[in-house]
């Protein structure tokens, strides 16, 4: 665990770099060898947008990341949030809350609030838009959106208390983690089941990507299922059930075009529309 510490504790922006890309690579692989769905759509392509609203997210996050810096800072100098008040225990113990209460605030938190504040959701529904979920679509976020998740993570390490090098821990373990929920991966039932109980499984996650509610509003965990079963927004659907989109932009011409996509939050909302291919 010192090894781990002493690693995050220190991790450059590169090693950061190659895990958000060895990520990608890795899911990209396996989802082409053993896919889920066979998608009907020009991979490269679809990934061009997903790779360019990825590149804005770590953009945006480097840009601000001295505020988690100085927010990390704060907390141990002040011995506030969470895991300062906490007794003296193990640090593997300490690690693990600390994940925990970074993924309950920094992801499920975030995640729910974007779907239930109609002003955020114009931008979390750029990431719903996507009809062929694939491992790139872990970093499908409109600017505006990568700003607020931001904004979720700051005030989780501000209430976690969390030092910096959790916070690089927990932030690698994210992005990981989505990338595998996202996988276009055919893996074992029993497997994804199993794994649900602890973490969120690709199959898991899907449900959240199914284009009508109550199952877009279910499953909005990352790293961790707990707070989905906890909190009463776990649900289940069957992979063969499953229709990938939002019913509100399900045409090809909008959700598979970068400008129009930068373009949703600025526009009037509008009610579900039929599906059709075009």
């Known amino acids: 665990m010192n090894e781990l ?3 995050f504790s220190t991790i450059s922006s590169l090693h950061r770099s190659l895990i958000l890309v060895g990520g990608i690579t890795v899911f990209w692989l396996i989802e082409n060898n053993f ?3 066979q998608l009907q759509y020009h991979k490269w ?3 061009k947008i997903n790779f360019f609203l990825t590149f804005t997210t770590i953009l945006i996050n480097f840009v601000l990341a001295f505020i988690l810096l100085q927010t990390a800072d704060w907390t141990i100098a002040h011995q506030f949030g969470i ?3 906490l007794p003296e225990m193990s640090l593997l113990l300490y690690t693990i809350i600390g994940l925990l209460l970074l993924d309950l605030i920094g992801a499920y938190l975030a995640h729910l609030v974007e779907h239930k504040i109609k002003f955020l959701w114009r931008f979390h529904i750029i990431h719903h838009t996507d009809t062929w979920i694939d491992t790139t679509t872990a970093n499908r976020h409109h600017p505006g959106e990568s700003v607020i998740r ?3 993570t700051a005030l989780g390490v501000l209430i976690v208390g969390s ?3 959790l916070v690089f821990l927990y932030q690698s373990l994210s992005v990981v983690a989505s990338q595998f929920n996202h996988a276009n991966i055919n893996m074992p039932k029993k497997l994804d089941k199993l794994l649900s109980y602890c973490i969120v499984s690709p199959n898991m996650h899907k449900i959240h990507h199914h284009y009508v509610l109550p199952y877009t509003d279910s499953n909005y965990g990352n790293i961790f299922s707990i707070w989905d079963r ?3 927004t776990f649900t289940y659907l069957p992979t063969d059930k499953i229709i990938y989109g939002v019913d509100t932009h ?4 909008e959700h598979n075009n970068l400008g129009k996509l930068l373009e949703i939050p600025l526009k009037k909302q509008r009610t579900a529309l039929p599906i059709k291919k075009e």
């Open 163 to 165: 030092p910096m090098w």
């Open 83 to 85: 895991l300062q008040w």
């Open 230 to 232: 906890l909190f009463g």
């Open 250 to 253: 399900m045409l090809e011409s």
């Open 150 to 152: 931001f904004a979720f």
């Open 35 to 37: 896919p889920l769905f």
């Open 45 to 47: 392509k679809h990934a």
């Open 5 to 7: 510490v002493s690693y």
